[in-house]
């Protein structure tokens, strides 16, 4: 009797120990059904060459931005690589039912990374970004590269 005692009290902890195991599982299951999924695009974009630069010199950015919320969420990272003291600018313009506007510049010497969100409101449809190097009043721009939806 006393092992059959043992058994069923065996038989009953392992039962409730697999509930305790299985709750965590199935908790994470629900959150991530729950959860919000988006999808990252990703740009990218370089400098131009000056006189006795290398490739391998040239600035450049490179970022993804996604939609959740109502909001587009950007994450811009921004190099400087030439070693001639002068910084690297990036310019986020961006375009909404009024037209184009200057949204933000973006100044590193070495590396940097931004983070900003444009609210969809007023009709927020697209942007561009350009780089350039240099110092104030005297830039070397680059072309834009538009992103547009």
């Known amino acids: 009797m006393k092992l059959r005692n043992v058994l069923a009290g ?13 709750a965590p599982a199935q908790a994470a299951t629900t959150q991530a059904a729950g959860s919000v999924s988006f999808t990252k695009h990703w740009f990218d974009g370089y400098s131009g060459f000056s006189r006795g630069e290398s490739r391998g010199e040239r600035s450049y950015y490179k970022g993804y931005y996604y939609f959740s919320n109502g909001r587009y969420y950007f994450d811009v990272d921004v190099w400087d690589r030439d070693r001639d003291r002068e910084n690297t600018y990036v310019d986020f313009v961006y375009h909404d039912d009024r037209g184009w506007h200057q949204g933000r ?21 697209g942007f561009k970004f350009r780089i350039g190097e240099g110092r104030p009043g005297h830039f070397d721009w680059s072309s834009y590269s538009n992103r547009s939806w």
């Not at 900003?116 to 449809?125: L, N, Q, T, W």
């Open 105 to 125: 510049r973006f100044v590193t010497g070495g590396h940097a990374k931004y983070r900003f969100s444009y609210s969809a409101r007023g009709g927020f449809d």
């Open 10 to 22: 065996t038989v009953l902890a392992g039962a409730v120990m697999a509930g305790v195991a299985a």
